[in-house]
């Protein structure tokens, strides 16, 4: 086990050295330069300046190496908008956007587990129609407008859940952030469920196949045991790969969820720091979130051998 976590944690640090620079070189060479640069007011000697006090006239390597250099020393730049260090910019976004993932995909989990062996134990029946019409569901509608029909519906009309933000002004109580969370996290949950609905009831439906689980229920098992002791454990594999596939899109994607509830997290931060052309917190928050999405797709491998 301790060669194979030091195999991976090297592999995973080759990893975030090739997406970083991949990154680097998409967010340099896009066109339009940073935003400090698209002054209406600035003259060409001042952006010709002001490219050289930047460093942008360099090649693109020189420009990376010269990053990496400072992130290696834990300097993740100076963000051009907001004129505050990248690293306290990130981490100030960092944790909405691990508590709106964890509650997205704690709600998903819970409900697509046992909605899936529930479909798998009564196959074509009423219920296993109503996990494919919930999959189906959660597979098709757009992120962006079923988020705006909830706040439309719940917080306008309805008035039961706040349209959008982590707190009320003046408010920076528990409560009040669950009440924030509610929505955000309903309409992540909900939209990643589908996939782990699948993977589990087909999942199921081989192992509830298998010689073993016949042999429990012949030794006289409780069928809630026979499903969840024997037949779910090992069925979870498959279930933990769709999981781990999510995590990606939980923690570097919910973009368009944080956008349309104004959740302060590090997707939001994303999106505003593309339309400000603010390359250093996109190349901060890019490290950070690719950080994130590959120690916990280390985690979801070491979790196998258990499971196995």
């Known amino acids: 086990m301790a060669r194979y976590l030091t195999r991976r944690l090297i592999e995973t640090v080759v990893l975030l050295v090739v997406v970083s620079m991949v990154s680097f070189a998409l967010i340099l060479t896009a066109p339009g330069g940073p935003s400090i640069l698209m002054d209406p007011n600035a003259t060409a000697q001042d952006i010709a300046r002001m490219r050289t006090l930047l460093g942008l006239d360099d090649p693109l390597y020189v420009q990376y190496w010269r990053w990496l250099a ?49 479909s798998a134990v009564r196959r074509y029946s009423v219920t296993d129609h109503l996990s494919a019409a919930v999959s189906l569901f959660g597979v098709s509608i757009p992120v962006f407008w079923y988020g705006l029909m909830l706040i439309v519906l719940v917080s306008i009309k309805v008035k039961l859940f706040p349209a959008g933000g982590m707190y009320a002004p003046g408010t920076t109580s528990t409560a009040d952030l669950l009440h924030h969370l509610v929505l955000p996290a309903f309409v992540l949950g909900t939209t990643n469920m589908a996939p782990i609905v699948r993977y589990t009831r087909s999942s199921m439906l081989t192992v509830l196949r298998e010689d073993y689980v016949r042999t429990a229920r012949a030794k006289g098992l409780a069928e809630i045991h026979v499903r969840y002791g024997h037949a779910l454990r090992n069925a979870l594999i498959p279930v933990v790969t769709a999981i781990g596939l999510r995590l990606p899109l939980l923690v570097g994607g919910a973009a368009v969820t944080e956008t349309v509830f104004s959740w302060p997290g590090m997707g939001n931060l994303a999106v505003n720091a593309a339309f400000q052309r603010d390359h250093s917190t996109l190349m901060g928050v890019t490290l950070v979130v690719s950080a994130v999405v590959v120690l916990s797709n280390l985690f979801i491998d070491v979790l196998y051998v258990y499971l196995d």
């Open 70 to 118: 400072q992130v290696l020393r834990g300097n993740l730049g100076v963000s051009m908008n907001i004129g505050r260090p990248v690293y306290d910019v990130v981490m100030q976004s960092l944790p909405p956007t691990l508590l709106l993932s964890v509650a997205g995909l704690g709600l998903a989990v819970l409900t697509a587990i046992p909605l899936g062996v529930a």
